[in-house]
């Protein structure tokens, strides 16, 4: 392991073990959502901005983090296509809702170390997707503001239960 992986592997170790926020999501990863769902899950995030007038792009991936499904409203700001993915990738690789970045990197002095962890997006809207008791994806929701984005999450999530 060389000089550089060894502390990189160090700062991520402490970051994660220093913030209650950090704490793992305990669901192991689940067998992948399937396209069906996923749409189950856009669709009722897409309805939340529709019924509060918010233009927003929602992204589902898979436990990996690949794109299982997209969909953006009109006139949408362009940027949301790549950051809902971000958001939804951010999700389901680190096994927690983005906004546990977006509170670790607010509250400063160790948080901070946040901006070292690749993938990691410090931007609420991003929630994993569980299952039966696994992780099996997340989704992503941009357009709007964070918490705006977030609520949107939150309601495609909520479908699956």
Not at 21 to 30: L, S, V
Not at 31 to 47: F, G, M
Not at 51 to 80: C, F, H, R
Request: net charge positive; hydrophobic share 45%.
């Amino acid at each position: 392991m060389s000089s550089l992986s060894k502390k990189l592997a160090f700062a991520l170790l402490f970051a994660f073990c220093a913030f209650p926020a950090f704490t793992q999501m305990p669901n192991p990863y689940g067998t992948a959502i399937t396209v069906d769902n996923a749409k189950k899950a856009a669709a009722p995030a897409l309805a939340e901005a529709r019924k509060n007038n918010w233009n927003m792009a929602v992204a589902i991936v898979d436990p990996s983090g690949n794109l299982v499904y997209y969909e953006k409203m009109d006139n949408t700001q362009l940027g949301s296509a790549d950051i809902c993915i971000a958001k939804a990738r951010s999700a389901a690789r680190f096994k927690r809702p983005t906004k546990a970045f977006q509170e670790a990197l607010a509250a400063g002095g160790a948080g901070l170390r946040i901006l070292r962890l690749e993938g990691a997006v410090p931007v609420e809207g991003g929630i994993p997707i569980v299952m039966e008791g696994k992780i099996v994806g997340a989704i992503g929701v941009s357009g709007d503001t964070s918490d705006h984005d977030a609520i949107c999450a939150q309601a495609g999530v909520d479908a699956l239960k």
